[in-house]
């Protein structure tokens, strides 16, 4: 292609599960942008993070993002041949790190389905930022495959892990993931993983009022000390599948009262720009952050939008790209990639597409009217990940 030919990329709307992609006009503009290791988007947000959805299959059904009435036996998963190559993510994931990001997340679905997925992790380990420094490469899984496979994750070049756990209970955590998963092969996964040295290791509880909020307490008696990080989410809006409703929602502020009112808590700084995830320490006698104690974090999208700072864009497994995890357009890489355009082409669209970027839907949720349509449009979390 010609230095200043026009890369194309066609933005789709997903309408999952009925997955009939739609094209809109084409991604256009006349100027070949080179990658000079920042980008920022309209709102003067930089491109420091790139979570790619590596399979749309999950063996949980949780149903927050995969409740089983939708995705039953009958469902269609994507094919083999529609999935990127780890050749093809390695690629794209390179063009991204050549814009600035510093980070890269594998996310599902459940991404340890995805067959050798060890052989991605290495080629991902093996990219340097423009100043010559490793990538910070993490993974979050539901935990059921952690066990058996952690240190392999480890020799590849994996370097944290994030496990979801929504309760200790067993009665409640099997109810949740809908499909009779046991707690305890959970705890294995993480035990496995700290013993690999995958960390320091997050667990996420996504917290649903009624549902498994009156398992806070215990999941913070759980994990108090034991070097592992707790963070609460709010339930959320995300998808068309998930039934959400405000009511269902627990405000961040509520867990952190009931954790302190028994464990004292103190606020501690952001470890660094753009963190989703509000951060308490445990204080100790003195009052004060107790390190040994450790820490926990609330991630309040629904209460208190952090759109200001997001810094992430979104690979799906077949080549999609989301600027915003409540998204419903997408930029299809994938075709680009395939269609043989090169290095620079995919540079370029990259640059553009989040040049453009003014996504904010967390810090509009409350002035959009309640029939504006956007939740029977928008992309499920199983798709893009969390």
Known sequence: MAENSTPRVVPLVDERPRRLAAPAAAFAEATRLKPAGHLQDRLQRPL???????????????????????????????????????????????????????????????????????????????????????????????????????????????????????????????????????????????????????GPIKVNMVVKKGTNDHEILPMARRFQGSGVVLRFIEFMDVGATNGWRMDDVLPSSAVIERIHSTMPLVALEAAQAGETAQRWGFAGADGLHDPQLGEIGVISSVTQAFCGECSRARLSTEGQLYLCLFASQGYDLRSLVRAGSDDGDLASAIAHIWRGRGDRYSALRAALPPDNGLAAKRVEMSYIGG
């Open 48 to 198: 420091h993070d790139l979570r790619i959805s590596v399979t749309d299959r999950c063996n949980f059904r949780c149903s927050y993002c995969m409740p089983k009435e939708v995705f039953d036996k009958d469902y269609v998963y994507l094919p083999q041949s529609e999935l990127l190559s780890f050749e093809e993510i390695t690629r794209i994931a390179s063009q991204f790190v050549a814009h600035g990001v510093e980070k890269i997340r594998l996310t599902g679905g459940e991404p340890l389905l995805r067959k050798n997925l060890e052989v991605l992790i290495a080629q991902l380990a093996a990219l340097r930022t423009p100043q010559g420094k490793p990538l910070d490469l993490t993974l979050t899984t539901n935990g059921s495959l952690l066990a058996r496979k952690a240190k392999a994750l480890k020799a590849a070049g994996l370097q944290r892990v994030t496990v979801s756990l929504d309760g200790l209970d067993d009665i409640v955590f099997k109810r949740m993931n809908d499909v009779d998963f046991p707690v305890s092969d959970v705890l294995d996964g993480i035990q496995a993983a700290q013993a690999a040295g995958l």
